[in-house]
């Protein structure tokens, strides 16, 4: 997607855009054939999950913005930008831009939940033991589960591990995505947006691939005099357990009414790390001083996925791999390099 500048009766400049669509027919060839493998495996109801999920979905992503916009308004005030940013925000193209970015976002996790949730339908083996012991054998030995849940047995270390794995993870997603898709540069909005889609896609195909529960499922006995002292994770994975239970009863065609597509199980790869590698990644191009809050929740989520067991080594790993890699090719894909430090440069002036 590019956007060029055309004359207005010799005053100005008006900027139109341009479309590229890759984005979109990308993901639509996703939810067509996340929905054919479904649909081979007896799970047929298309529309009807389509609609469920932008029921779901889409509505969280324009309220996000909605939020954003009047506070980004208030940032561009302060430094006499308002006006400009509200002929923007009231543009034809600009609006446009974000109908399609919150579409094309909410069908993005609608293949995420929908592939992850139907794991134990879709490919119902399991690399739990060989992820345990590929951990192993790059950990010289010993498994980094148990290293790191002895290293920070702290009651106190544990409780807030447990709490920060368990929240903090929203705080990137409900920062990053209404600060990055209320800008004005339509390639830096369409980049973010883009390459988050790709981020979530892809994770969810992983999942299909290496089917795995994660450790804390798996050997629950490495967790057991620990076990008491993990209030959020217990209650997700007996939310999450449950929920595993409903979908293996669609094997004997049984669909439970309570059945959510939020919370499926699967460990690799460890997409709370992916995501807040992308997103602390994206905010350093500009501002690194902010960014070095959001590399603070990496190294948190990172760290709490390995002590909570909710992952193996080799999940997280493969989430800071992934995370930067979507990062990395929306950088060079939409050749952002020159925009975003401008864009950069504006916002650390204004910081000052």
Same mark, same amino acid.
């Given at each position: 997607m590019t956007l060029v500048e055309e004359r207005v009766g010799g005053a100005g400049t008006k900027r139109t855009l341009v479309p590229w669509f890759g984005y979109d027919l990308f993901v639509v060839s996703q939810v067509l054939l996340a929905h054919l493998i479904m649909s081979a495996h007896g799970i047929k109801v298309f529309w009807r999950l389509i609609l469920w999920s932008l029921y779901l979905f889409l509505p969280v992503l324009v309220i996000s913005m909605l939020v954003g916009v009047p506070l980004r308004w208030l940032w561009e005030r302060r430094q006499g930008r308002g006006v400009q940013y509200l002929a923007e925000v009231k543009s034809r193209r600009w609006l446009i831009s974000s109908v399609r970015i919150a579409v094309f976002w909410t069908l993005a996790l609608h293949v995420y939940f929908w592939i992850k949730l139907l794991v134990p339908i879709l490919n119902p083996r399991s690399f739990d033991a060989a %992820? #345990? !012991?590929l951990d192993r054998t790059i *950990?010289?030995?010993?498994?980094? !589960?148990i290293f790191f849940l002895n =290293? *920070?047995?702290s009651p106190v270390l544990i409780r807030i591990m447990d709490w920060v794995y368990a !929240? %903090? *993870?929203f705080a990137a997603v409900v920062l990053s995505f209404p600060f990055f898709t209320t800008l004005t540069s339509d390639r830096i909005r369409f980049a973010y947006a883009s390459s988050g889609g790709v981020l979530w896609i892809g994770g969810s195909w992983m999942y299909l691939a290496v089917p795995s529960l994660g450790p804390g499922f798996r050997y629950p006995d490495v967790w057991g005099e620990f076990f008491r002292l993990f209030h959020e994770s217990r209650y997700w994975q007996y939310r999450l357990l449950k929920n595993y =239970?409903? @979908?293996l009863d669609l094997r004997r065609g049984v669909l439970n009414p309570k059945l959510d597509i939020m919370l499926g199980v699967a460990a690799f790869p460890s997409m709370h790390v992916a995501f807040q590698t992308f997103v602390? =990644? #994206? @905010?350093?191009?500009f501002s690194k001083r902010v960014s070095l809050f959001f590399f603070l929740l990496l190294t948190a989520t990172f760290l709490g996925s390995i002590v909570t067991g909710w992952h193996y080594l080799i999940d997280s790993l493969a989430g800071l791999a992934w995370g930067a890699l979507c990062y990395w090719g929306a950088v060079v894909g939409f050749r952002l390099n020159r925009e975003m430090r401008g864009e950069a440069r504006n916002e650390r002036r204004d910081e000052k």
């Amino acid at each position: 997607m590019t956007l060029v500048e055309e004359r207005v009766g010799g005053a100005g400049t008006k900027r139109t855009l341009v479309p590229w669509f890759g984005y979109d027919l990308f993901v639509v060839s996703q939810v067509l054939l996340a929905h054919l493998i479904m649909s081979a495996h007896g799970i047929k109801v298309f529309w009807r999950l389509i609609l469920w999920s932008l029921y779901l979905f889409l509505p969280v992503l324009v309220i996000s913005m909605l939020v954003g916009v009047p506070l980004r308004w208030l940032w561009e005030r302060r430094q006499g930008r308002g006006v400009q940013y509200l002929a923007e925000v009231k543009s034809r193209r600009w609006l446009i831009s974000s109908v399609r970015i919150a579409v094309f976002w909410t069908l993005a996790l609608h293949v995420y939940f929908w592939i992850k949730l139907l794991v134990p339908i879709l490919n119902p083996r399991s690399f739990d033991a060989a %992820l #345990w !012991n590929l951990d192993r054998t790059i *950990f010289f030995g010993m498994s980094p !589960n148990i290293f790191f849940l002895n =290293l *920070f047995s702290s009651p106190v270390l544990i409780r807030i591990m447990d709490w920060v794995y368990a !929240n %903090l *993870f929203f705080a990137a997603v409900v920062l990053s995505f209404p600060f990055f898709t209320t800008l004005t540069s339509d390639r830096i909005r369409f980049a973010y947006a883009s390459s988050g889609g790709v981020l979530w896609i892809g994770g969810s195909w992983m999942y299909l691939a290496v089917p795995s529960l994660g450790p804390g499922f798996r050997y629950p006995d490495v967790w057991g005099e620990f076990f008491r002292l993990f209030h959020e994770s217990r209650y997700w994975q007996y939310r999450l357990l449950k929920n595993y =239970l409903m @979908v293996l009863d669609l094997r004997r065609g049984v669909l439970n009414p309570k059945l959510d597509i939020m919370l499926g199980v699967a460990a690799f790869p460890s997409m709370h790390v992916a995501f807040q590698t992308f997103v602390a =990644l #994206w @905010v350093m191009r500009f501002s690194k001083r902010v960014s070095l809050f959001f590399f603070l929740l990496l190294t948190a989520t990172f760290l709490g996925s390995i002590v909570t067991g909710w992952h193996y080594l080799i999940d997280s790993l493969a989430g800071l791999a992934w995370g930067a890699l979507c990062y990395w090719g929306a950088v060079v894909g939409f050749r952002l390099n020159r925009e975003m430090r401008g864009e950069a440069r504006n916002e650390r002036r204004d910081e000052k």
